[in-house]
Nanobody, 121 residues
Framework: QLQACGGGLVQAGGSLKLSCAASGRTFSNNGMGWFRQAPGKEREFVTSISWSGGSTSYADSVKGRFTISRDNAKNTVYLQMNSLKPEDTAVYYC????????????????WGKGTQVTVSS
């Protein structure tokens, strides 16, 4: 129901834009977010956006470099990633929250299939 795309291989300092499209149901009333998981590490919060798009939150590690946005008419959420660093390498997952947005994976009701982002040094 959530399909992320846009990942790939990029050099450090480069940019990528991820998209997450929903199908089968609308998520326009749900807060949405992006999480990531690097090899051998737990899945971690990256960013979230309220259902209206009026409120966003970012992990300190990506603040100022990443921007989340959404288009409810297209049932799609985006993640613009600039100034990428090798430590941003991970599988990125889009997520729809059950209730309030937050930084815990426990608050996520729906997970999309991940998309790999690899940043070379």
């Amino acid at each position: 129901q959530l399909q992320a795309c846009g990942g790939g291989l990029v050099q450090a300092g480069g940019s990528l834009k991820l998209s997450c499209a929903a199908s089968g149901r609308t998520f326009s009333n749900n807060g949405m977010g992006w999480f990531r998981q690097a090899p051998g590490k737990e899945r971690e919060f990256v960013t979230s956006i309220s259902w209206s798009g009026g409120s966003t939150s970012y992990a300190d590690s990506v603040k100022g470099r990443f921007t989340i946005s959404r288009d409810n008419a297209k049932n799609t959420v985006y993640l613009q990633m600039n100034s990428l660093k090798p430590e941003d390498t991970a599988v990125y997952y889009c997520a729809a929250y059950r209730f309030a947005v937050g930084r815990s994976v426990g608050g996520v009701g729906y997970w999309g299939k991940g998309t790999q982002v690899t940043v070379s040094s």
